[in-house]
């Protein structure tokens, strides 16, 4: 469990009630990473959302081939900075982290159990609806994000 104050810090519960907040508090807890340290794998269950609170992640984009099971290439993409959401997967059905994150300087960050939150959603609407505008406009900054990259890598 963390504080309410905590997650008040960041715009992207801005929505949130004081009721809602205390109820993702209590599903949530602060870890810590060193450098190096993977945070989220590719390709397996999205079972945690993250706030980055200090440090900086890498994210990367892996990509696998069907015909050769030893083949596997690492794209980077960009970095996650404090403030930012990263595991949204975790509220997007199948529930499958798409992307592999790692430290790239010593990282602080809050960790919130994405069962417990769906479970949440489930019985509070406001909180599900709330959640899901905030999800879908991370995702449509990070696809902004990642198309200026392919512009400039032209």
Request: hydrophobic share 45%; glycine share 4%.
């Amino acid at each position: 469990m963390i504080s309410p104050e905590l997650l008040r810090r960041f715009p992207f519960f801005n929505f949130m009630n004081d009721a809602q907040l205390k109820a993702v508090a209590m599903i949530a807890e602060e870890r810590e990473f060193k450098i190096g340290n993977t945070i989220i794998e590719a390709d397996t269950p999205a079972t945690s959302l993250y706030f980055l609170i200090d440090g900086s992640a890498a994210y990367y984009y892996i990509v696998k081939s069907e015909h050769d099971p030893y083949y596997k290439q690492e794209y980077y993409i960009s970095d996650f900075n404090p403030g930012e959401i990263f595991g949204i997967s975790a509220l997007i059905d199948p529930y499958t982290y798409t992307a592999a994150v790692r430290a790239e300087k010593p990282c602080k960050l809050i960790r919130i159990e994405a069962a417990a939150l769906r479970a949440l959603c489930e019985v509070d609407t406001k909180l599900s609806c709330g959640l899901m505008y905030a999800i879908a406009k991370a995702a449509m900054e990070r696809l902004q994000h990642t198309r200026v990259q392919l512009v400039a890598a032209k």
